[in-house]
């Protein structure tokens, strides 16, 4: 015999969800994603990567456009909603981002899933992320997208790359710190919506938000700075004439420097992801639950 579950009403409510529904929706996605396979997992974390990247070339190449011509402000604003586009397609496209995983830590701490089963879904999701977004840094490059406006979106991509690289590690996992706790909002405030448009809205002004300020996201950083190391090595001639500058004049933009700059800005990410949206969700709604 049919369960009694089979003719329950299906949750047609047009209302976004309530907070605490919001958190055990997010508890019972982290226990799902604990069930997944590694094979599958990596390649929605692939995917991912490539998301988040597709969203960088696009902020890339609207700040380009937008260089010398608006005010700083409303530049970096533009570029903020247009990279919103990554995490767009990652919640309302399907994929696994390691920056909204650090929810999990709702699912960690209510018990339902060991550390150690956190960690592996961690681990195999940020691999995927940087295969993503290193192989579309590639596919950008070898495209010579970033040849467009007369060397424009180079000089951008360069400036971004070098800036990232030499960030000292206390601001720059202060920064990690800040930006994930918008991200980890914005995939919050999407698990409350019923609808795309709603998951996009959700996602939008927290996104523009971070990258307005100039917070620090690591999977992005995956994107951002191998194309400048990939342009500083082999971008042709002419684009440097146009630029007016040299390879060699880029001394501090290394992949030993892009693997330095990675860690203080992913553990930035964990602790705001995890101690700030995660953990402080969790307490507030999910701990008085488990009480009763």
């Keep these: 015999m049919a369960g009694h579950d089979e003719f329950k009403a299906p949750d047609v409510s047009i209302d976004g969800r309530l907070p605490r529904d919001i958190a055990l929706k997010a508890e019972q996605a982290g226990i799902d994603k604990t069930h997944l396979d590694a094979p599958r997992l990596f390649v929605l974390a692939v995917l991912a990567g490539a998301f988040i990247a597709l969203g960088s070339m696009f902020a890339t190449t609207v700040l380009a456009g937008s260089e010398g011509m608006?005010?700083?402000?409303?530049?970096?604003?533009?570029?903020?909603?247009?990279?919103s586009l990554g995490l767009?397609?990652?919640?309302?496209?399907?994929?696994?981002?390691?920056?909204?995983?650090?929810?999990?830590?709702?699912?960690?701490?209510?018990?339902?899933?060991?550390?150690?089963?956190?960690?592996?879904?961690?681990?195999?999701?940020?691999a995927g992320n940087f295969v993503g977004a290193l192989a579309t840094a590639a596919l950008v490059f070898v495209s010579g997208q970033y040849l467009s406006g007369g060397g424009a979106v180079a000089r951008v991509a360069l400036q971004l790359a070098v800036t990232k690289t030499t960030l000292p590690f206390e601001q720059a996992l202060v920064l990690g710190v800040l930006c994930n706790v918008l991200v980890c909002l914005a995939v919050w405030l999407s698990l409350?919506?019923?609808?795309?448009?709603?998951?996009?809205?959700?996602?939008t002004f927290p996104i523009s938000a971070f990258v307005a300020a100039g917070f620090?996201?690591?999977?992005?950083?995956?994107?951002?700075?191998?194309?400048?190391?990939?342009?500083?090595?082999?971008?042709?001639?002419?684009?440097?004439?146009?630029?007016?500058?040299?390879?060699?004049?880029?001394?501090?933009l290394t992949w030993m420097g892009f693997a330095v700059s990675l860690v203080p800005v992913t553990i930035g990410n964990i602790i705001g992801g995890t101690g700030l949206v995660g953990a402080v969700y969790s307490f507030v709604y999910l701990r008085p639950e488990r009480q009763r």
């Excluded at 409350?192 to 996602?203: F, H, N, P, S, Y």
């Design 70 to 83: 608006l005010p700083f402000g409303v530049a970096r604003l533009l570029a903020g909603l247009v990279f």
């Design 88 to 126: 767009v397609l990652v919640v309302v496209g399907g994929a696994e981002l390691f920056t909204g995983d650090n929810l999990m830590v709702m699912a960690c701490a209510a018990g339902k899933i060991r550390l150690r089963a956190m960690l592996r879904v961690w681990a195999i999701v940020y």
């Design 192 to 203: 409350g919506a019923r609808g795309v448009a709603d998951k996009i809205l959700a996602i």
């Design 216 to 252: 620090e996201h690591s999977v992005a950083n995956m994107y951002l700075i191998p194309l400048g190391l990939m342009i500083k090595a082999g971008a042709p001639a002419a684009l440097w004439s146009q630029l007016a500058m040299q390879p060699s004049g880029l001394a501090d």
